[in-house]
């Protein structure tokens, strides 16, 4: 099974990219490719834009990098409730291009956030669109309070309850 992973975050130091990439990890066997969404370069998003240059380069290939994949796992950060502006922004143009920007394909959606809330806010929100986007939403889990679940050095989650709740959702991936 390939799994591509990525987390809606432009951050270079993204807790939700170090999510998606341990979560996909849990999956015995899989071939996973993490992406990363600052490789996917787009002007800002507006009609005029799509007129003047077409199809952005950059949401071409973040839909191929899609396409090559037997599942996902996407972990959403969570600016002011939403999406990150980065990501938005680039989902907005590979929505122009293909509406089922993840190609019918079985998906675990994950969140976090440093705080207890856990980005809940942006993953009932994904979850909520999902099905308009081609998403077959196999299981989705909100990570509250980052930092205190997960050790960077062994790039896993501490929280054994949280661990088993993703391993649980991403086995769904099968």
Known sequence: MRIVAFGASNSSTSINKALATYAASQVEGAQVQVLDINDYSVPMFSEDKEKEIGQAEGAQQFLADLAEADAIVVSYAEHNGYYPAAYKNLFDWASRINRSVFQ???????????????????????????????????????????????????????????????????????
């Not at 980005?119 to 994904?126: C, D, S």
């Not at 999902?130 to 050095?153: H, I, L, M, T």
């Open 104 to 174: 019918d394909k079985p998906v675990v959606y994950l969140a976090t956030s440093p705080g207890p809330g856990g980005a809940q806010t942006v993953l009932a929100a994904a979850t909520a669109s999902a099905p308009y986007f081609g998403a077959d939403v196999k299981a989705s889990v909100s990570v509250p309070s980052f930092y205190d679940n997960f050790d960077f050095e062994t790039a896993a989650v501490t929280n054994q309850e949280i661990a088993d709740e993703i391993k649980a959702a991403v086995a769904k991936l099968a």
